[in-house]
């Protein structure tokens, strides 16, 4: 028997940030007003961080950057999605980490931040993706994210909402571990594995 996998963003090559589209371009529909009381679909979570990324007045008093600390701040929170800004600078970086169970969408609003694939054999894949652009993931998911410039801004949703988190390290020895955080921890590279 034969399964099916319907094609998204993430299915087409692996890499969901190169797919990403203008802000102007995904239609409007699932907002913070909206929500249809059930976990989003990767469609749902890119219209609602879009919606919000359009809407200033929902995000624009969290902005806050530091070097030493990633600034972020949940936005909103039910049983079925979780909506945060997330600030950056250069110096800012996620280390390799997984959503768990979560499909979520990034839509960058300031500036501009770098998105790495991992891929065996090869340096990660690397895309950066500046203001005005979003994109959108499924649960298999693994990335590393990095501020490419001072002062960029984020809007991220996850459905489910985040409970864990799954962050990578390679041992000397070469072998990759996982490890599972809680989402409240700010991530952080756990090694150089770039």
């Known amino acids: 028997m034969t399964m ?15 797919h990403a589209v203008a802000l102007t371009e995904v239609p409007a529909g699932t907002t913070l007003d909206r929500l249809p009381g059930r976990d989003l679909d990767q469609h749902e979570l890119l219209e609602l961080a879009t919606a919000i990324a359009r809407d200033p007045a929902q995000w624009a008093q969290h902005v806050a950057f530091s070097d030493e600390h990633r600034h972020y701040v949940s936005l909103h929170r039910d049983a079925h999605v979780d909506v945060w800004v997330l600030c950056w600078t250069p110096r800012n970086d996620t280390g390799w980490h997984d959503h768990d169970t979560s499909s979520g969408a990034v839509a960058v609003t300031q500036g501009a931040v770098t ?3 991992l891929a065996i054999g090869v340096p990660s894949l690397e895309t950066e993706v500046p ?3 979003a994109y959108s993931f499924g649960p298999d998911h693994i990335h590393r994210m990095v501020g490419r410039d001072a002062g960029s801004v ?13 962050q990578y390290a390679m041992s000397v ?11 409240a921890d700010e991530l952080r590279p756990l090694d150089d594995m770039a």
Do not use: K
Request: without cysteine; aromatic residues 6%; positive net charge.
């Open 4 to 18: 099916t996998v319907p094609e998204t963003s993430a299915t087409r090559t692996g890499v969901a940030a190169r």
């Open 173 to 183: 020895e070469g072998v990759l571990r996982r490890t599972s955080v809680s989402y």
């Open 131 to 133: 203001a005005g652009r």
């Open 115 to 117: 998105e790495h694939n």
């Open 154 to 166: 984020s809007i991220h949703a996850y459905s489910p909402p985040l409970w864990r988190m799954g």
